[in-house]
């Protein structure tokens, strides 16, 4: 399973990594993007099972980085891991193809139960 | 709508730095922290989205130092050299993500929409509004940290 984690914060892709292995991830292969522009990149590039992003990014945020996604055709699972959530954001979310949102700050249980639900 | 933007108390502080830093955290209401031009701290300002200064959080430098090093794991040994150091600047990035994160503790569904606008090292210029609030709070709140692994530090918050 190929994971891609996109955030501009260097300290929460390193969490985020470090979480998913905690809640039983250890095997998937991470991939680290630091906002919406590189993570579509590296989602185009292909291989990628699963995405985890943030929503507010330089360049690309992660709204637009998942209208773009699914404007090309991608399938791909997303989700949105955020400090903030509003009710708007989340409709936004779920509108535009996310599959989940997970709040920060988030423990590795929590994690792993949204996660389940979403991968199996 | 309420004069005041929401202060979060002192469980609200432990939660999100347990959540936050994966470890045990006690958090306890102290006297303000009062800023002095011989012991740095770091200042988070909020912001609503027309740019009036809603909040800041005040933090010593113990605090800031010690909570970056404990959200990614930097070794106590490590933590406990920058701060004989006193040095900062390898734990704002990290500390920028906590007050960032924090930020929800300041937004309620009655009061405008705050999220984080800057980072400031004092002693050391301050944008106006930021200074003003510092010395004029309409409400604060003032805590004393202690981090599992990691040690004390404090925290308060003041929002306008």
Known sequence: MKILIVDDSKA???????????????????????????????????????????????????????????????????????????????????LSGATFF????????????VLAAVVG | MPASFPVPIQED??????????????????????????????????????????????????????????????????VADNLRKGDLSESLENFREIVNILAQLLNSPKTSHLRLAGVHVVPGDLPDGVSALVANPEFRRDFAVQIEGYGPGRISLLVN
């Open chain 1, 12 to 94: 929460m892709r390193m969490i985020v990594g470090r979480v998913l292995r905690q809640a039983g991830y250890g095997n998937a292969e991470f991939v680290e993007a630091s906002n919406g522009a590189e993570g579509l990149a590296a989602a185009r590039a292909g291989g990628v099972d699963l995405i985890l992003s943030d929503w507010n990014m330089p360049e690309m945020n992660g709204i637009e980085f998942l209208q773009a996604l699914r404007a090309g055709g991608s399938t791909v699972r997303f989700g949105f891991v955020t400090s903030e959530s509003t009710v708007d954001m989340k409709e936004q979310a779920v």
């Open chain 1, 102 to 113: 997970i709040t920060k700050p988030f423990t590795a249980d929590a994690f792993g139960e």
């Open chain 2, 13 to 78: 502080i432990r939660d999100l730095l347990m959540d936050l830093l994966g470890r045990g955290t006690a958090v306890d209401k102290v006297p303000p922290l009062v800023l002095e031009d011989d012991h740095s701290a770091v200042i988070a300002e909020y912001r609503t989205d027309d740019g009036s200064v809603g909040a800041i959080c005040l933090v010593d430098a113990e605090f800031a130092i010690r909570t970056a090093g404990a959200l990614t794991l930097v070794p106590p040994a490590a």
